[in-house]
C-alpha cells in the first residue's frame, strides 16, 4: 500500500511539473511574433529551403509580368541609367572592381542591394562604386569629383555632421600626439571622458570598446556572469551586432540555444519575463520603435511593397515604463544598446568571496589614446553652442520636414511616402510592385547617397539645414517622378502585395522542382 501511495505521490508531482512546465512553454510561444523573425529554428529552417535562382534578361524587366512595351521602356530606362552612372564614375567603378574579389564585406553589399533574383544581371550592368574622397557640410565627394548629399549617416555616427567630427579628431590627435598609439596604459584624457559619461549616465561605472558589437557581447556576459542565469531576451526585428546569440533568424547559421525572440511593445512578453527563472538580461534597441517587430529594413526584401513604419512616442514610452518595472521587479538587467556604463554591481568583473570566478574582457584596442583624445573633444563641446541650438524642437522639426516631404508626393501622385524617428528615415511604397528597389538607383542619379540597404534607413545629420534639407526634398520627388515616367511603378489593377508575395513563392517552388509546368526562371548559374 504504501508503494502504491509513492508511486502516486511521484506520479503526481511528475505530472505537475509536465503541466508547468507545458503552460510555460505556451506563454513562451505565444509573446513570440507570429513572423518567422519570431521563431528562430523555424527561420533558419526556412532559409535553408529558400533556392537560388535568376532572372533571365527578359524576365528582369517582366517579373510582375507587365506587357511587352512596358518592359521594353524599362529596360530602355535601365540601360540609360546604367550607362549614366557609369560614365560619371569611371575611377570608382575601376577601384572597387579591383578590391570588391579581395574584401568580403564589399562582395556581401554589392549582392545584396537588390532582390537576389535581379541582382546578377544589375551587378552586370549597373557599376556602383564605393570609394569615397571627401566631405564638407552635410555632402560626401568619390573619388571620380561626383558631390552627393548624403543620407547615409554613417551607420548613425554621423550626428553633427563631418566637419564637427573631423575637427574633434584632429584637436584630439594633437592632444595624444606625444604619447601616440599606447596601448593598456590610459592618456590623462580619459580622466574627463569618464567622469562626463558617469554624469550623463547617471551610473557608476564604464567600459571602453571599439564597436557596438563588442559592447552587447560584454554587457550580455556580465548579466549572466551576476545573475547566474542563462538567457537573454531580444525583441523581433531588433539588431543588438552581428554575433550569434543576438542575431537569430533568417540567414544565421548559429543556433541561439538561450535567447528568446519575443514580440516587441506586447503584454505577452512582460508575462514570459515575470514567470520565468532563467533570463538574465534583456536587450532593446530604441530604434526599433520606428518598425515594431520587423527586421532592419533593406532594399534586399523589397519582392513586394509591405514595407511599413511608424513611430509612436507615447506608446513606446510607455512600453519601456512596463519593461523597466517588470525587469527590477524580477532582478532581469535590463541593457539599452550603446556606451557600456552600468550599476557597480552589475560591471564589476569578479567576485570578492571567490578570486578565481572572474569575467575577463580587455579589448587590445579599448581606451585607444586617438579615440579618447577625440572623445575628449566631442564631450567638452557637447554641452556648448552650437550643438544645444542643434537639438532645440529636434522632433518638431524633423516631423514638419516628413509631412512637407509626404504632401509633396501626394499632390504629385506619387507611390512614395516617408516614415520617420526624428532624423531617422524610412521610406516606404504605397503600391504594389516588384520594382521598389530601383528607386536606389534614380536617388543616385538625381545625387542623393545612401548606404548599402538602400531606401530602407536614411539617417539625416543634425546640421541639415532648411535649405539643405529643402534640396534634398526636390531630388527625392524628382527622382520618383523620373522613376513614375519610366514605368517601373506600372502595375496591373489587380495586383495586390499578396499576389505579388504568392508570384514569388511560386518561382521558389519551381526552382525546387523544375518540372512543375509554368517555369518561366533562369536555371541556377554558379555565383
Known amino acids: ?32 511574433h507570429r513572423s518567422l523573425a519570431g521563431h528562430a529554428r523555424m527561420a533558419r529552417c526556412f532559409a535553408g529551403l529558400v533556392p537560388y535562382y535568376e532572372y533571365g534578361e527578359d524576365r528582369v524587366f517582366r517579373a510582375d509580368d507587365a506587357p511587352g512595351e512596358i518592359a521594353a521602356a524599362r529596360r530602355a530606362a535601365f540601360m540609360r541609367l546604367a550607362s549614366t552612372l557609369s560614365g560619371r564614375s569611371p575611377k570608382n567603378a575601376a577601384l572597387t572592381a579591383s578590391v570588391i574579389d579581395a574584401i568580403s564585406d564589399l562582395k556581401f553589399t554589392s549582392r545584396y542591394r537588390i532582390p537576389f533574383q535581379f541582382s546578377r544581371f544589375v551587378r552586370e550592368h549597373m557599376k556602383i562604386g564605393a570609394f569615397m574622397e571627401s566631405t564638407s557640410g552635410v555632402t560626401l565627394t568619390d573619388v571620380d569629383g561626383n558631390r552627393f548629399y548624403d543620407l547615409t549617416g554613417s551607420y548613425g555616427v554621423n ?70 542565469r542563462s ?7 531588433a539588431y543588438h551586432g552581428w554575433w550569434g546569440d543576438v542575431q537569430p533568424g533568417v540567414g544565421n547559421p548559429l543556433a541561439a540555444r538561450e535567447t528568446y525572440t519575443l514580440e516587441d511593445m506586447d503584454e505577452a512578453s512582460l508575462k514570459v519575463l515575470r ?27 523589397l519582392i513586394d511593397s509591405g514595407r511599413s513604419a511608424h513611430f509612436d ?37 569578479f567576485r570578492d568571496d571567490r578570486p578565481a570566478d572572474i569575467c575577463f574582457a580587455r579589448g587590445t584596442f579599448n581606451s585607444h589614446p ?52 526624428s532624423t531617422i528615415w524610412t521610406i516606404c511604397y504605397t503600391q504594389p510592385s516588384r520594382y521598389n528597389w530601383m528607386f536606389q538607383y534614380y536617388l543616385r542619379e538625381a545625387g542623393v547617397a545612401l548606404s548599402w540597404v538602400g531606401t530602407g534607413r536614411l539617417i539625416f545629420s543634425l546640421n541639415y539645414t532648411a535649405a ?33 508575395r504568392r508570384g514569388v513563392l511560386k518561382e521558389m517552388l519551381q526552382a525546387r522542382s523544375p518540372w512543375l509546368s509554368g517555369s518561366s526562371i533562369s536555371s541556377p548559374r554558379s555565383r
Open 159 to 228: 550626428v553633427f555632421g563631418y566637419d564637427f567630427y573631423k575637427e574633434c579628431i584632429a584637436r584630439g590627435s594633437e592632444r595624444v600626439r606625444d604619447l601616440g598609439p599606447v596601448l593598456g596604459g590610459y592618456h590623462s584624457v580619459l580622466e574627463y571622458n569618464v567622469r562626463r559619461l558617469l554624469e550623463i549616465s547617471g551610473t557608476d561605472e564604464i567600459s571602453f570598446h571599439m564597436s557596438g558589437t563588442e559592447a552587447v557581447m560584454q554587457a550580455v556576459r556580465l548579466a549572466r556572469y551576476h545573475t547566474r
Open 370 to 421: 586617438y579615440v579618447m583624445g577625440a572623445m575628449r573633444e566631442f564631450l567638452e563641446r557637447l554641452d556648448g553652442e552650437p550643438l544645444r541650438s542643434l537639438y532645440r524642437d529636434l522632433d518638431a522639426v524633423w516631423n514638419e520636414r516628413a509631412r512637407n516631404l509626404n504632401e509633396r508626393l501626394g499632390v504629385e501622385d506619387l507611390p512614395v511616402r516617408v516614415a520617420n524617428l
Open 1 to 32: 500500500m504504501a508503494d502504491h501511495i509513492i508511486l502516486y505521490v511521484l506520479g503526481a508531482c511528475a505530472l505537475v511539473f509536465l503541466l508547468r512546465k507545458a503552460w510555460a512553454r505556451l506563454q513562451l510561444s505565444r509573446a513570440k
Open 313 to 349: 512616442r507615447a506608446g513606446y514610452r510607455a512600453w519601456l515604463e512596463k519593461l523597466r518595472a517588470v525587469c527590477s521587479e524580477r532582478g532581469i538587467v535590463l541593457i539599452f544598446d550603446g556606451v557600456l556604463c552600468g550599476r557597480a554591481e552589475f560591471m564589476r568583473r
Open 275 to 301: 514567470s520565468r527563472r532563467d533570463i538574465a538580461c534583456v536587450l532593446v534597441n530604441p530604434l526599433q520603435a520606428l518598425h515594431p517587430n520587423a527586421g532592419a529594413p533593406g532594399d534586399s526584401a
Open 231 to 237: 538567457h537573454l531576451v531580444r525583441f523581433c526585428g
Open 468 to 500: 539643405d534639407f529643402a534640396e534634398v526634398a526636390d531630388r527625392i520627388v524628382a527622382a520618383a517622378r523620373v522613376m513614375k515616367k519610366d514605368q517601373w511603378w506600372w502595375a496591373e489593377p489587380t495586383t495586390t502585395n499578396k499576389s505579388l
